[in-house]
């Protein structure tokens, strides 16, 4: 039975010869001529003239998947992300010379027959018969961009792309309908420039302009006859042919070509033997796709623009849609990075911090008043080589965005927040609390928001120092980080109050933790992130409005069409005097208090330190009226660890404090970002001092310890102590109230 194979489906021959029948169907059908039966076509069966007139006559041609260019805020190159390197030109600004070597080598009668080419449908019919198989294809050009179409939308699915490309007569025949369609709706021209724009060259490169710039650095309008004959061979096999790999094959390949555009008089002869003469000349351009190339350090900040569009419903309801816009590509993404600001951020981050250090610095920056992100750095550069100490752990943001899974906790550089909370109460600045050392507090007398008591037992805490003993009022406490001071002020202000402000300014846990109601929170207790800490501080320098963190400013599509983005949100967290009483205040934290080190000279500025228990984490986070940045250091790999008696950057310190490591590093970031001529002030009002505080500050200062470190160390436990310190004991009015406490819901602004 020679007309079967083992398997007792149809031979090469007889599947040719039905293929044969269908396309002159096919042809037929194109004409409006009436055929008799299908039998005297060779047709294998009436079942497959009727599935054939069944197929949907309209072909969804996808649109190319091309590179998306994400930008800066000066409209300079970040990188460029694609998951098909193409970009779609239109058929004037490809070489003549390429459009005639493609059809010369894949269709050579392209200009001459429809959709399909039935002398060379005949030919390898014969061919293949001759063979006892298949050796020889009968694909017009219009058919194989039909195929491609199909391979474009199964993007990088491997089972739809099997399908796409399955050697089957029922996809032949679905792909010929459609390419009857093709040729009778979009012409010759329009398909060569699409099928020029859709194939695959090789080396990662779809289309031709992507391919004349991987092989050769140029446009494809400016290719030469002997470069177009090497792209055209290349269509067959991007493989086999591959010039950077087998330049043997691909100049026999070339050869081809040229001889082939001879034959069918587009060049002569003696054009084609000088171009064969010519050796293959490359200039290989290497593929630079993702945040991974990212200039100047920017590929943290490049990954959270590829999150934030994948994330966002602002791009599409699903992550489905929006993984689809993100793959789809062809965008221009014009982001928020400040070039300026971006080049001090990544010298702050690697100044202090060696990427081979056991701990790693990450600074973020945002603008007061419109959210935007102006930089993201880190000491480690962003990459995959851990063997380089390259990371892709964004240690600015949260796991959502790339980051770490919950943040870090944030020590003292929450007591601000707990002091607007007091302020927006009513309670003066002059407000003094007098406390040993170390306290123990009734959680009871913490209120949540639903009434209750924050828990049972006593909250036990301490300051850094014994000397740090005695009577302090708020503008003190803040400038020394007087942790006893904070929890009575905390308790006066309230919990439930002190929570809820926070997370008006945008303090908020990762992955969807809500902050927890505990009197710990006003050491720092919970986590956040360096982003929300750089914004919730923004709020102060925008004299009360907190404004969400945004790293896109525009999106154009591949038409240049403008796609909607995400904007910043604003809103009045609190009164415009709380939030100019604590820019005076932490001013002076930077002028004479633990962030001494940090301060600027030639501007108002103002901040905060911070480090939690054992020295896990430590804080700078400090701003100017127009600008916020949060400097952060700490263990980014496996258990954290403490940092005392470590060097880093190749300084030794016994241990790392707020206000000596991620101090310096913000005033590297923010001297390097600022412009000297634009220097603009916090808006000046009086602070209320307690009773004699100037005064009393020097006799204690003279008894400080003056090496003794940081003075901000929090307790960094959500969880409170079990029960008193032997021997301490509460003056009645310490807990609960005092004699300038205000009404409840006190816009802060008339102090006693």
Known sequence: MPNKRSGGGLTGTQQAAKFLGVSVLAGAVLAGIALPAAGALGLAAKG?????????????TPPLSQRTTILDSEGGQIATVYSRDRTVVPLKDIAPTMQKAIVAIEDARFYEHGAVDLKGVLRALNKNAQAGGVSEGASTLTQ??????FVEEAGDDPEKVAQATQQTLGRKIRELKYAIQVEEELGKKKILENYLNITFFGQQAYGVEAASQRYFSKRAKDLKLEESALL???VQSPSRFDPVNDNEEATKRRDIVLQRMADVHDISQEEAD????TPIALKVSKPKNGCITAVKGSGFFCDYVRKTILNDPVFGKTEEERSKLWNLGGLTIRTTLSPRAQAAANEAATAKVNKTDGVAAAVVQVQPGTGKILSMGQSRPYGLDQKQNETVLNLSVGGKMGGTTYGFQVGSTFKPITAAAALEKGISPAQTFSSPWKISVPMASYRTCDGGPAGGGQWDLQNELQSEAGSWDMSSALG?????????LE????LCETVELARKMGYERELGKKLKELPSITLGGQESTPLDMAAVYATFANRGTYCTP??????TDA???????PGSQCSQAMSEQTADSINQMLKGVVEDGTGVQAGLQDRDNAGKTGTTNDRKDAWFVGYTPNLSTAVWVGDDVGEKQSMFNITIGGQYYPKVCGGCLPGPIWKIAMTGALDASETPGFNPVSIPRGNDKEKDEKKRDRNRDRDRGDEDRGRGDDKPGDGPIPGISIPPDLIGGGANRGQDGGGGGNWP
């Open 48 to 60: 497959t003239v009727e599935g054939f007139d069944e197929i949907p006559s309209n072909l969804k």
């Open 144 to 149: 194989q961009y039909v195929k491609n179409v």
């Open 232 to 234: 055209a061979g290349l």
């Open 274 to 277: 000088k171009a064969k003469a």
């Open 480 to 488: 020394k980080s007087i942790n006893t001071y904070f929890a009575n």
């Open 491 to 494: 308790q006066m202000a309230g």
């Open 550 to 555: 945004v790293a896109i400013e525009t999106v």
């Open 559 to 565: 038409n240049g069409k403008r796609i909607k983005v």
